[in-house]
């Protein structure tokens, strides 16, 4: 089993709508939880960050918490075209200081 | 949340030479990651470079191959040795930030790399 599993998608979505982007990891004890994105040639840009139970919001993004499933996920609203990218999953690892491990991530395309 | 300059941005090598990949900071930093991507793969740790030690490897990796120096809290190279196809792919660098409560990465440009 992978640390940090991903559907690589594409995942198609036309302009407007909601894009839901899910991620589920192995490490029980794993305490903080990040997205990032990153454009075709481009290196990742950290969107969105969570650590407790629940969701966060930020702007048109929420991201989900769920310790007990092991599941994280990302909520992007009304979708935008410039949103198209793949969003990488990160989850801080127990064992090293600030390592993170990373999904292979899913690429969102939104249609117009 | 830090800057980072990272040079070259691409290049194409021979195989059996070397490239060394060079990270500016733009404030003082402790740790410095060092990471690659291969294409549709997840980044993969390389290194862990704290200034006044020896880096530490990640299991896979080592330093015959990927030795890195850290001479100060800005600066710190990666360099890709006796170099195969098998090393073509993107290294990135990156540190810590702190901004808004969060201690996520903040990501180098990226170095892609070709070897022939």
């Known amino acids: 089993q992978k640390e940090v599993e991903q559907n690589s998608g594409p995942l198609s979505v036309p302009e407007g709508a909601i894009a839901s982007l899910n991620c589920t990891y192995s490490?029980?004890?794993?305490?903080?939880f990040f997205w990032y994105r990153q454009y075709s040639g481009k290196s990742p840009e950290l969107i969105m960050f969570?650590?407790?139970?629940g969701d966060k919001e930020d702007g048109r993004f929420t991201a989900q918490l769920n310790k007990a499933s092991q599941y994280v996920s990302l909520l992007i609203r009304d979708s935008q075209p410039s949103d198209s990218a793949t969003y990488l999953c990160a989850v801080k690892s127990t064992s090293g200081t600030y390592k993170y491990i990373f999904g292979t991530g899913t690429r969102l395309k939104v249609l117009a | 949340s830090a800057v980072i300059s990272q040079k070259p941005s691409r290049d194409i090598c021979q195989r059996g030479t070397s490239l060394t990949i060079q990270c500016q900071v733009d404030s003082q930093v402790t740790m410095m990651f060092w990471y690659r991507q291969q294409p549709g793969q997840s980044l993969t740790l390389i290194a862990t470079a704290n200034q006044g030690s020896e880096a530490t490897y990640e299991s896979g990796f080592v330093i015959d191959k990927f030795p890195i120096s850290r001479p100060n809290l800005t600066f710190s190279t990666l360099t890709v040795s006796n170099m195969s196809p098998e090393d073509s792919s993107i290294y990135l660098c990156?540190?810590?930030?702190?901004?808004?409560?969060?201690?996520?990465?903040?990501f180098g440009s990226g170095t892609r790399l070709t070897v022939v």
């Open positions: 969570i650590y407790s139970n």
């Open positions: 990156s540190v810590v930030g702190s901004a808004g409560g969060s201690y996520g990465y903040t």
């Open positions: 490490d029980r004890g794993s305490q903080s």
